[in-house]
């Protein structure tokens, strides 16, 4: 498969500017936060490298997919068909430091 484009959706934007803040406010340090968030950046690119590398998990969604993160954190995405040729990943989520996850999911559905 080739390299598919990963984007970043609202929710997993907003999730990311509450792990950047949870980071400074446990490390009271700018560059360890940045470097965090910046690190996830690094794993979104991975993750369109291959992304059938993650778990399926359809009990969360259609085509959901997760991968940890550092041993502290998840990411939840999917991958989308716009065509037979044409998909991305849209990554969805992203849950640090033990937040259930499953049950935030489960809530939504």
């Known amino acids: 498969m080739r390299r598919l484009p990963v984007t970043f959706r609202p929710n997993a934007i907003a999730d990311i500017d ?17 470097g965090f968030v910046d690190r996830i950046d690094t ?30 954190a998840v990411i939840r995405y999917r991958i989308v068909l716009y065509r037979i040729v044409d998909a991305t990943v849209e990554i969805t989520n992203a849950f640090y430091r033990g937040r259930d996850y499953d049950a935030l999911l489960r809530n939504k559905s």
């Open 43 to 72: 794993r979104r690119e991975a993750i369109g490298a291959i992304p059938l590398g993650g778990v399926a998990r359809s009990d969360l969604g259609d085509g959901i997919r997760l991968v940890p993160f550092e041993k502290s």
């Open 18 to 34: 509450a792990i950047f803040l949870y980071v400074l406010g446990v490390s009271r340090d700018l560059a360890i936060s940045a």
